[in-house]
Nanobody, 116 residues
Framework: QVDVVESGGGLVQAGGSLRLSCTAF???????????MGWYRQAPGKQRDLVAT???????NYADSVKGRFTISRDNAKNTVYLQMNSLKPDDSGVYVC???????WGQGTQVTVAS
């Protein structure tokens, strides 16, 4: 089944910005508003790491490496979670995956490449 679908990735220069979107469909959409959502990143040769999460109440947490540069937000009316990424660095590159981590729901990911 299609659960969550990401979009917004691409190739940008260092210092640029991207906004990623993730929309939940079907059963995932019906429980979106009560679910914690997260963005995770997997770079080549590295483990998949948490980037940011947002709870159903709006509480957020971020990896230390992105604090002050990335912002996670959600729009429950659209069943969509966003990741605004500013001041991008080459080390931010990787496949960004959207998840309902407490429900074991994972998207296919969207590629982000930051050129130096």
């Amino acid at each position: 089944q299609v659960d969550v679908v990401e979009s917004g990735g691409g190739l940008v220069q260092a210092g640029g910005s991207l906004r990623l979107s993730c929309t939940a469909f079907g059963a995932a959409g019906r429980i979106f508003s009560i679910s914690r959502m997260g963005w995770y990143r997997q770079a080549p040769g590295k483990q998949r790491d948490l980037v940011a999460t947002i709870g159903s109440s709006g509480s957020t947490n971020y990896a230390d490496s992105v604090k002050g540069r990335f912002t996670i937000s959600r729009d429950n009316a659209k069943n969509t979670v966003y990741l605004q990424m500013n001041s991008l660095k080459p080390d931010d590159s990787g496949v960004y995956v959207c998840s309902m981590p407490l429900r074991s729901v994972w998207g296919q990911g969207t590629q982000v490449t930051v050129a130096s």
